[in-house]
T-cell receptor, first 114, second 115 residues
Framework: KQEVTQIPAALSVPEGENLVLNCSFT??????LQWFRQDPGKGLTSLLL?????REQTSGRLNASLDKSSGRSTLYIAASQPGDSATYLC?????????????FGQGTTLQVKP | DGGITQSPKYLFRKEGQNVTLSCEQN?????MYWYRQDPGQGLRLIYY???????QKGDIAEGYSVSREKKESFPLTVTSAQKNPTAFYLC??????????????FGEGSRLTVL
């Protein structure tokens, strides 16, 4: 059974710092992994999606990496800003197709202090 | 603009009442999903549908019902049989054509409170 873990549950950093959020999963047979951002009381916004054949994806100040063999993904945020404060969730799609079950981690709540 | 619209945003219900949450998408996505989010428990799948007139139970389907009469719409009914319905409900959709990524997109959520 696939399990997804995000550590730490909460993180507080000063503005301008580069930071890394972690996501680990127990079964390496995945189709893809998706990172989301959630602001309080809002829905999830897709940030990056990495296919199982890819090692990383980049969007602006965000870079997500994937290491299937070790069951890990990281989300790197460069030059953090107060507007980056939110909860970040990763979700792993198991199996060999885009119909596989999506398993979510419980998220890391990030606070960037001005 | 393309997206997923959930309504209502806030809903209050008395015990014993059924309520229906609306989810509409204009992304031409094949699959639609309902998730429940509780503090400290992450997102849990309630129901999903990959094609019109077909849907499957997720991990916590008891006390809920859905329909998929149109590709664009996937309403969720929270019945009186649901023991603890107070939660934040999220609708999502994805494209399934071919071997695409199946990237998941979410609506803004509906917060249900039972009085």
């Amino acid at each position: 059974k696939q399990e997804v873990t995000q550590i730490p549950a909460a993180l507080s950093v000063p503005e301008g710092e580069n930071l890394v959020l972690n996501c680990s999963f127990t079964d390496s047979a995945i189709y893809n992994l998706q990172w989301f951002r959630q602001d309080p009381g809002k829905g999830l916004t897709s940030l990056l999606l990495i296919q199982s054949s890819q090692r990383e994806q980049t969007s602006g100040r965000l870079n997500a990496s994937l290491d299937k063999s070790s069951g890990r993904s990281t989300l790197y945020i460069a030059a953090s800003q107060p507007g980056d404060s939110a909860t970040y969730l990763c979700a792993v799609r198991s199996g060999s197709s885009n119909t596989g079950k999506l398993i979510f981690g419980q998220g890391t709540t990030l606070q960037v202090k001005p | 603009d393309g997206g997923i619209t959930q309504s209502p945003k806030y809903l209050f219900r008395k015990e014993g009442q059924n309520v229906t949450l609306s989810c509409e998408q204009n992304l031409n996505h094949d699959a639609m999903y309902w998730y429940r989010q509780d503090p400290g428990q992450g997102l849990r799948l309630i129901y999903y549908s990959q094609i019109v007139n077909d849907f499957q139970k997720g991990d916590i389907a008891e006390g809920y019902s859905v329909s998929r009469e149109k590709k664009e719409s996937f309403p969720l009914t929270v019945t009186s049989a649901q023991k603890n319905p107070t939660a934040f409900y999220l609708c999502a959709s994805s494209m399934l054509a071919g071997m695409g990524p199946g990237e998941l997109f979410f609506g803004e959520g509906s917060r249900l409170t039972v009085l």
